[in-house]
């Protein structure tokens, strides 16, 4: 991972909150089943859609060989979104995904032009850090860049969504 700073290093297990996941609850299509693509034994991710009102696949498979539900709704690791987008470009399938809007200016990016929509939360989204036993490390902040809300073929009113 090229990016560093005080808080994201090399781990890639940053976590989505119950609070994050409630904000883009109106734009989720309820008759779906969710894809957790990205599985962990820390993230509680699916466990906080199903409390949602969500049907969620959520299992120890490989992301770039399964094909698993109709939307993938997801905190990918951030450092191999290259090749993620790849995939998700090759799946053609719905998604909604949490990714840095710094981002969007990556030529990886391209294939999906035209294509994408977002949603811009509030405020900077901050992430669940945990050890390996799965408790969570307390942090100030944990996240000194804004993320957004990538989707596609969500079928949102507006490319951009202010929340």
Do not use: H
């Not at 901050?126 to 050890?131: L, P």
């Not at 989707?151 to 929340?163: P, T």
């Amino acid at each position: 991972m090229n990016f560093k700073s005080k808080y994201f290093k090399k781990n890639d297990e940053y976590y989505t909150s119950l609070d994050t996941w409630k904000m883009i609850v109106p734009f989720i299509p309820k008759d779906f089943i969710l894809w957790e693509s990205f599985f962990s034994k820390n993230s509680k991710s699916a466990e906080y859609l199903r409390q949602l009102g969500f049907q969620v696949i959520s299992e120890d498979v490989d992301f770039y060989t399964y094909n698993l539900g109709n939307i993938i709704v997801s905190n990918p690791p951030f450092s191999d979104l290259k090749n993620i987008m790849k995939r998700l470009f090759i799946l053609e399938k719905p998604f909604l995904i949490i990714v840095p809007i710094s981002k969007l200016c990556c030529k990886y990016m391209s294939p999906f032009k035209g294509k994408l929509q977002i949603i811009i939360p509030k405020s900077r989204i901050n992430f669940i850090k945990c050890n390996e036993n799965g408790d969570i490390i307390k942090q100030k902040n944990t996240s000194n860049f804004d993320s957004i809300f990538l989707c596609y073929k969500i079928g949102l009113d507006n490319d951009i969504v202010f929340l």
